[in-house]
């Protein structure tokens, strides 16, 4: 690889820079479509099928619906359930209705309520190599935990969780043991391993404040609420954290990028710009949430296609300046730490002359002007970290008009009917519930509304307090009797633990 290589095709695999590739701030896996089901489904095989690959999805699913349709009464064993009660379960009590776009194909769209069904159905695509959601939340596990050893802990407590033990509900028992006698030869559900992060060290991550630190906590709670309630109802609860997890760290990591860039690209176009003089800086300057990244009742696609654009913009100048330094023989320091990002910084400064002298500005400018495309989100990774954001926060627009309510773990929904209509932030009965939760879990008692909106402001998300009585989270709370209801406390209203004893 050379600065010409990157040059001639800079979003290729392998283009970027090694210091950018294993970089802290460098979005991995690259996110693609999603949805709730497949990021939970996803998780599923990250987390306990280390054989299942995402493109032997697809291929398994219709073994099993051709199995199933093949079937006689006469076949089953004494005991074991008929294949037209079989066929019942797969069909309406376990099925995932369809979206508009896919009713012509056909294919296993089954709910992510046990483990094995995860076997035959939830990839992110129906052809080709899949991405694996999955492998994106173990990294977030690894980022947001204390250290690896916490990260390690956190992992296998995750896996315990989706396992089906005595402690679930007769109803989970029974169709897990029925998806596992029909489980293919050599497949088993075993707990994969976490390798280290190898960067973003433990004292890194200790010093701010950053979604997947809050991610990781609240995957805590909702495994501790997980026997106050249904195996159904904890998997809604469960995908609603895993949504709001998932696309707050992507979108801080497309933030991280841009402010990095634009300290960077400062010192480029004047002499006289500053960077970060100390490690706090960079935390306070760099790192830190410190604005809301989506508001509650605005329209969310902006925001979302403004943090893409500005992710993209930065990773092309970020690459272009490391491939510079390279040309220049100026060794690098790994980005993968708060010192690393800093030395970085204090690099480019240090260098700016001979960047500027290498043209590095007027290259960047026409790579920017030749892929605008990608950079305006209409084509490539632009296009495919939009559908990641939109479709795995909004709430599904299934073909079946009736079935629309299937999907209550949304964080985006549309604000009316029309196909045009903008999707807006607003939070599904489930979400509502598994915030509230996660808000609460660690105190005993009622607290504030505040405390929820300090809650969702460390995944970016804003909500003004004042008015919370007429807007559509106020109603919700009240209708899932989550608050010491008063017409007149607003930002002083009292919330109450949804499982407490």
Known sequence: MSEQDFLKEPWGQGKSHQAFEKSMFNIRPAPEFSTGEVVLSSLYRASGFRDVSEKQVKGLGDELSKAADKAKRK?????????????????????????????????????????????????????????????????????????????????????????????????????????????????????????????????????????????????????????????????????????????????????????????????????????????????????????????FGHPAIPMLRDYTSKYLSARLGLNRVLWALDEMKVPVVNLDSIAGIRAFLTTVKARRKGLVDAGVVESLNELSDRETRTITCKKGIGANLMEFAQYTLGQRQTMDETLRGYDQGYFLRKRGAARNAAWVLALGPASVLAMTHCCLHEVKGPRSVQRLAKHLGSYGIEFDLHGLNDSDLGRQLRMLGLVLDSPDAESGMLLVPPFAN
């Open 75 to 295: 076949d089953a064993k004494a005991g074991a359930i008929q294949p037209d009660t079989w066929r019942t379960v797969l069909d309406r009590l376990v099925q995932s209705p369809k979206v508009s776009q896919q009713s012509s194909k056909r294919f296993m769209s089954l709910s992510p309520v046990v483990p094995d069904t995860a076997l035959y159905s939830g990839a992110a695509r129906l052809s080709g190599n899949p991405w694996n959601p999955g492998q994106l939340v173990k990294r977030i596990v690894q980022m947001g935990a204390s250290s690896d050893e916490a990260a390690t802990n956190a992992w296998q407590h995750l896996h315990e969780a989706l396992n089906v033990g005595t402690t679930d509900d007769v109803w989970a028992r029974w169709l897990q043991e029925e998806f596992e006698l029909r489980r293919k030869a050599g497949v088993e559900w075993q707990p994969t391993m976490l390798p280290a992060l190898g960067g973003f060290p433990a004292v890194d991550r200790s010093r701010f404040q950053y979604p997947a630190k809050q991610f990781v906590a609240d995957l805590d709670g909702i495994i501790q609420a997980k026997p106050a309630m249904t195996r159904r109802q904890w998997i809604s609860l469960l995908e609603a954290v895993l949504r709001l997890g998932t696309v707050s760290h992507v979108l801080w990591l497309c933030d991280v990028n841009d402010r990095i860039w634009k300290i960077a690209r400062a010192v480029l176009e004047s002499d006289d710009a500053k960077v970060p003089g100390s490690e706090d800086q960079v935390v306070f300057q760099v790192l830190s949430v410190k604005k809301r990244m989506l508001s």
